[in-house]
């Protein structure tokens, strides 16, 4: 048998809708929501607060953050890939 340990959910960030993805900082302070369309838009965690909103040339489908958090890389429907930093 396995168990699985309770998870507790301690803050819910508001996103919108459409969202096709999301990328979540290492030191979890920040979630970065992909789409829909060109648009990724990185949010504060703790705050729930809209901090950038960076523009992928063509529909964003997929991004990673770096390990330290500073670079953030965006794929685009156009099968380009962009790095952008996020502070």
């Keep these: 048998t396995m168990s699985i340990a309770p998870?507790?959910?301690?803050?819910?960030?508001?996103?919108?809708?459409?969202?096709?993805?999301?990328?979540?900082?290492?030191?979890?302070?920040r979630?970065?929501?992909?789409?829909?369309?060109?648009?990724?838009?990185?949010?504060?965690?703790?705050?729930?607060?809209?901090?950038k909103t960076i523009e992928a040339g063509a529909d964003a489908?997929?991004?990673?953050?770096?390990k330290d958090g500073q670079r953030l890389a965006v794929g685009a429907a156009d099968g380009s890939i962009r790095v952008y930093t996020t502070a």
């Design 7 to 29: 998870i507790t959910c301690t803050r819910v960030v508001a996103l919108g809708t459409g969202k096709p993805g999301l990328a979540l900082s290492p030191a979890n302070e």
């Design 31 to 51: 979630v970065f929501g992909i789409g829909p369309g060109k648009d990724v838009t990185g949010f504060n965690t703790a705050s729930g607060a809209k901090e």
């Design 61 to 66: 489908t997929a991004a990673a953050l770096s």
